[in-house]
């Protein structure tokens, strides 16, 4: 079985400062882990993956996560948030295993608020 | 470029009618799935079709059934439509094989009340 825990609700952050949204994931083998960001009254949009090598990766925005094996995190960063970076984020987490479908666990989400 | 598309975007039902949800994605990919998302539970999936010809069950597939129609569209039912029902429903599609690592692409969802 495989799950993710996003364990803030809401993420509250002035604009300019840094900030971070986490996730934790639980799977037994190696993970492909994802972003995604929802707008209101849209889709989900892909952010940002990790499938291997590098445990720093970058992706769309200006937002970049961390992979940490050792303790089983995929937390969401940006250097300097902006007003229009509030939006829905959900964490997700798959096995990696090649010519699968994607099954994908989603977290439940974490509400991130930029004000002024 | 319209990626994937679901109608319709909005629907009212009355318990105990039916309905289909439509999806269509225009990227080639082999693999297609339907999520429920409702607040505080994130994307719950459905049912999937990892390709043309195949369907398997999600994890919350009662009172639903689903047809892959070819590789391009796959439709979600309800039969008798409950309460419980009431969500936004999401299609997704994603690459398989090789290409399997690749991110799923989303709908912007069919908004569906149940009274």
């Known amino acids: 079985a495989q799950s993710v825990a996003q364990p803030e609700d809401q993420v509250n952050v002035a604009e300019g400062n840094p900030l971070t949204v986490k996730c934790t994931y639980s799977?037994?083998?190696?993970?492909?882990l994802f972003w995604y960001v929802q707008y209101p009254n849209r889709g989900l949009q892909f952010l940002l993956k990790y499938i291997t090598g590098d445990n720093l990766v970058k992706g769309s925005y200006g937002f970049e996560a961390e992979f940490n094996k050792s303790q089983t995190s995929f937390h969401l960063k940006k250097p300097s948030a902006l007003v229009s970076d509030s939006a829905l984020y959900f964490c997700?987490?798959?096995?990696?295993?090649?010519?699968?479908?994607?099954?994908?666990?989603f977290g439940t989400g974490t509400r991130l608020q930029v004000t002024l | 470029n319209a990626g994937v598309t679901q109608t319709p975007k909005f629907q009212v039902l009355k318990t105990g009618q039916s309905m289909t949800l439509q999806c269509a994605q225009d990227m080639n990919h082999n693999s297609m799935y339907w999520y429920r998302q409702d607040p505080g539970m994130g994307l719950r999936l459905i049912y999937y079709?990892?390709?043309?010809?195949?369907?398997d069950k999600g994890e919350v597939p009662n009172g639903y059934n689903v047809s892959r129609l070819n590789k391009r569209e796959f439709s979600l039912r309800l039969e008798s439509a409950a309460p419980s029902q009431t969500s936004v429903y999401f299609c997704a599609s994603s690459p398989r094989g090789a290409q399997s690592n690749q991110p799923q692409h989303f709908g912007d969802g069919t908004r569906l009340s149940i009274l």
């Open positions: 079709s990892a390709s043309e010809g195949t369907t």
């Open positions: 997700a987490v798959r096995l990696s295993i090649t010519g699968t479908a994607s099954k994908l666990t």
């Open positions: 799977v037994s083998g190696n993970p492909y």
